[in-house]
């Protein structure tokens, strides 16, 4: 009779085991407020207001002081890029950053594409919002959110949009054109974070080049710490370079970007084992700080459509691989589209 029970037992777990496997976990999405207070009774302001990226002469001017106030310690012998920022070269970026960097033509450069900013549950969020400028006749573009991550900013985008909104005028097929959103997410660059405290990089922005632009080298390519400039200049100019770290000087936003990491790398993340039943596509690029194999994607997306193993590449792939990255986004949707 026991041996009956076990069985029965063991075939029951079996069966409910292939009936709710695949069943989709769903993650309950409730109306947030993140601004000062408590939501107001009111309905909140959702218009869509025109933004401009601006400077001014006493920004630049503080800045050139607190740059000219920098101490810099020598660093180890033969230590590279392997124990941080190697203080040699920094000297290199502080002196080009101090005498030749033009942010005021940085940001022009900012303004060539449109901002907007609007509110969401409580924050005011920045965003750029590119349309093709010109679609051959009944065609319509497929909209494309761009998000950034930590230590980037909309501004890694700037040379990829041009590939996905006017592919032609670049030397590929018209049959798909986008219409992309690039929004700095809350508590960066122009975007309002939900509280905001000081901090020493958010003081001195020679650390905050040394401490940002560290990843931009290691995270590009590990091999890169053999080098004592950290190949920075490789795969990167020190004008988008030092752009991207001004959207972090001149917002004050590095403390409240670290946030994310506080508030979303928790051992009590539930959503983490939900999976995602939305067709997807994945590039995989050889230096990313962590390579996920494809079967590894496809157990978190079932719907997984394109895997793209990149010849080259890391962490910041619009950045530093936009042609690459434009090419596998087009692949993935002209995929989708012939399902």
């Known amino acids: 009779m026991w041996l009956e029970i076990l069985l029965a037992s063991v075939l029951g777990f079996v069966i409910y085991w292939f009936v709710s496997k695949d069943k989709e976990e769903t993650l309950p999405l409730e109306d947030g407020w993140w601004g000062p207070g408590v939501r107001p009774t009111t309905g ?154 000081g901090c020493a990089l958010n003081d001195s922005p020679v650390g905050l080049a040394a401490y940002i632009l560290e990843k931009f080298s290691t995270w590009t390519n590990p091999e890169f710490r053999d080098l004592e400039d950290g190949g920075l200049e490789r795969k990167f100019s020190l004008d988008d370079l030092l752009t991207g770290t001004m959207l972090y000087w001149t917002t004050g936003t590095i403390t409240s970007s670290q946030r994310f990491y506080k508030e979303n790398l928790r051992l009590d993340n539930t959503h983490e084992g939900i999976k995602v039943h939305v067709p997807t596509g994945f590039a995989a690029f050889p230096c990313e700080l962590v390579h996920v194999p494809e079967k590894w994607v496809k157990s978190k997306y079932p719907k997984l459509i394109s895997y793209s193993y990149m010849p080259h590449g890391g962490h910041f792939a619009a950045f530093e691989e936009p042609e690459l990255l434009a090419q596998d986004i087009r692949k993935f949707v002209g995929l989708l589209e012939r399902q």
């Not at 998000?147 to 590939?163: D, N, T």
């Open 44 to 197: 909140e302001d959702e218009s869509i207001r025109p933004f401009k990226v601006e400077t001014s002469d006493e920004e630049i001017n503080d800045l050139h002081q607190r740059i000219d106030k920098v101490r810099l310690t020598p660093p180890l012998e033969d230590s590279r890029f392997h124990y941080g920022f190697n203080s040699n070269y920094l000297k290199k970026i502080i002196s080009y950053w101090r005498n030749e960097f033009d942010w005021r033509k940085q940001v022009e450069i900012l303004n060539g594409y449109p901002h907007f900013k609007t509110k969401i549950e409580g924050l005011d969020i920045h965003f750029i919002h590119v349309k093709p400028p010109q679609l051959p006749s009944g065609q319509t573009p497929k909209p494309l959110l761009m998000v950034h991550g930590w230590p980037g900013s909309f501004y890694e985008f700037y040379k990829v949009i041009p590939l996905l909104t006017d592919p032609e005028k670049h030397g590929l097929s018209n049959e798909l054109a986008f219409e992309v959103v690039c929004p700095s997410i809350p508590g960066y660059g122009f975007s309002e974070a939900s509280s905001k405290k």
